[in-house]
């Protein structure tokens, strides 16, 4: 059926003026601004909508999530704290590690698509207490959250006792208890999938206000087989997709790709033409490198019997120890409240142990940026990505992030407990990353792979650094970008 350069038409293949593989935080808001624009546009995903065995509020790790493959991506399971950037993570910063790379972009280029994501994630949110918050030319759209019950009374004796400046975290909620809002602050988010459609996620804020368009066609389990391009390999034409298993061929002259960290280096591997033998937009050696993410870790605010009031915990966070300081020449990182957490996928030997310390806490967890280098990323195949070098950590800065914080703490009166667990890497960026040179980078400022005219990629890949806040906003915002310029 396909040979490079070259597609037999079949009765199933179909023309569109844009197609957008995944449906992500990224792939989805790419939709939204191309529909809004008047484009005509079909969206694919290999899985499906998410449907679990029972109405409950399900974990979706329990779904093994890490493999799920659904319409909103990971966004299903996220904790919707949607933060913007600061001016400085778009220059070089020192790490311990060694530098981030510096945007292509400035803070300016992506601060109206910050305004314009934060409206359609409807961000509850306030600069109130905030440190080096960034300038902005609209309004929150909606008011923060304020804290609730026993997290109200920590952050009161943080601001009092400890001294430190606490702010609210901007959450992507529908909530309005005023006027009916679906959200009930229950005290679950990071981690689950909410029942009520009120967590702002990608499927939910995105892609059904795109779909309402008009304009817009969901395909779900449908996967893209490749990217399509011109004979000469320097314009994208389409996709080759399967569904049912039957392959075909989707026309268009915009192509967005959305497939995630390890999804979007793999297609661009696949798709290689003899134009570009090593993939598209690798022509440096780029693809799926560079790999940035967040180096995360648990601090728990003891505090006895807390947890049987079952409040909502997310609405706080420090940041005050973002940059470097007088006493660190390196940024140390934040602190940021998380949803309760259950004891899943704990050790039968410890598991008694951390119920004990669940429910007797306030939980939070630190988090630091790890920098990419040319090693941090994987060794793609057609249908894999190994990992070759994970992010590099700041391994010093979060030992003293884990300290300051514990000491926090208990001057605001609470002892405070950071178990010895392996850190984790969240946020993850980078690894179809945009820039100017194309030896160190796979698309050009605009989010367009080098050398292929009208192939986008518009998800979390293509940041070129994780900054020290959750990025989620950040991708939406630079998709909405790549919409507008595409
Ligand atoms: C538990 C958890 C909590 C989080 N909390 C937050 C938070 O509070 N704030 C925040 O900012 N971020 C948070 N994040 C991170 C955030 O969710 C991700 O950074 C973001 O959702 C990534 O979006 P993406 O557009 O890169 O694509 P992904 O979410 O990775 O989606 C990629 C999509 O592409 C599809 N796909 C892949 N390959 C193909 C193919 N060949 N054909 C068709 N479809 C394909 C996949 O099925 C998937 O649906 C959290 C993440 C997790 C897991
Ligand atoms: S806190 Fe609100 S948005 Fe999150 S899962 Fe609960 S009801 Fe849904």
């Known amino acids: ?78 904790g919707a704290a949607m933060y913007r950037l600061r001016e400085r993570d778009f220059q070089p910063i020192e790490m311990e590690r060694g530098p981030t790379p510096g945007w292509p972009i400035s803070y300016a280029d992506l601060e109206p698509f910050y305004g314009e994501a934060e409206r359609l994630f409807k961000v509850h949110g306030s600069s109130e207490h905030e440190i080096a918050e960034p300038p902005r030319s609209t309004p929150w759209p909606y008011p923060p ?73 969901v395909m779900t389990h449908t996967e893209c087989l490749r990217i399509l391009t011109s004979p000469d390999g320097r314009r994208a034409t389409g996709a080759l997709l399967r569904r049912d298993g039957r392959e075909f061929t989707v026309h268009a002259s915009i192509v967005g790709l959305g497939c995630g960290l390890r999804g979007t280096p793999i297609l661009l591997y696949r798709s290689r033409t003899s134009a570009q033998p090593n993939g598209l937009g690798n022509g440096g050696g780029a693809l799926g490198r560079y790999w940035s993410a967040h180096t995360a870790g648990w601090v728990f605010a003891m505090s006895p019997f807390v947890q049987r009031q079952k409040f909502h915990q997310k609405t706080f966070a420090m940041n005050g120890w973002y940059e470097h300081s007088s006493d660190w020449p390196y940024p140390t990182g934040i602190v940021q409240s998380a949803c309760y957490i259950e004891p899943t996928g704990i050790s039968r030997r410890f598991r008694y142990f951390a119920q004990a310390i669940l429910a007797h806490s306030l939980h939070t967890f630190v988090m630091n940026e790890a920098v990419s280098s040319r090693e941090t990323g994987f060794a793609l195949s057609d249908n894999e990505a190994k990992t070759i070098a994970p992010p590099l950590e700041n391994v010093k800065s979060f030992a003293r992030l884990r300290r300051l914080t514990i000491q926090m703490y208990r001057a605001a009166g609470y002892p405070a407990i950071s178990p010895p667990l392996k850190p984790t890497s969240y946020h993850s960026t980078g690894t179809a990353r945009m820039g100017r040179d194309p030896n160190t980078s796979v698309c050009d400022e605009r989010c367009q792979v080098h050398d292929v005219a009208g192939l986008h990629v518009v998800d979390s890949t293509v940041l070129p650094s994780s900054g020290c806040l959750n990025s989620g906003l950040t991708v939406a915002a630079n998709a909405l970008r790549a919409a507008a310029l595409a």
């Open 145 to 217: 959250i304020e804290h609730q019950g026993p997290a109200a009374d920590l952050v009161r004796r943080l601001r009092e006792k400890a001294g430190m400046s606490v702010s609210y975290v901007p959450l992507g909620k529908d909530y309005d208890p005023a006027n009916g809002g679906a959200c009930v602050l229950c005290r679950h988010c990071d981690g689950y999938w909410c029942p009520r459609d009120a967590k702002m996620d990608a499927e939910v804020a995105a892609l059904r206000p795109a779909v309402a368009t008009g304009r817009v066609r």
């Open 1 to 78: 059926m396909f040979k490079q350069g070259r597609t037999i038409m079949n009765k199933d293949d179909f023309s569109c003026d844009a197609l957008v593989i995944g449906t992500g935080l990224g792939a989805s808001s790419f939709t939204y601004g191309l529909a809004k624009r008047g484009k005509d546009v079909v969206v694919i995903e290999q899985g499906d909508y998410f449907r679990p065995p029972s109405p409950d509020l399900a974990p979706l790790h329990n779904f093994n999530f890490a493999n799920l493959a659904i319409v909103g991506g990971l966004s299903k399971s996220y």
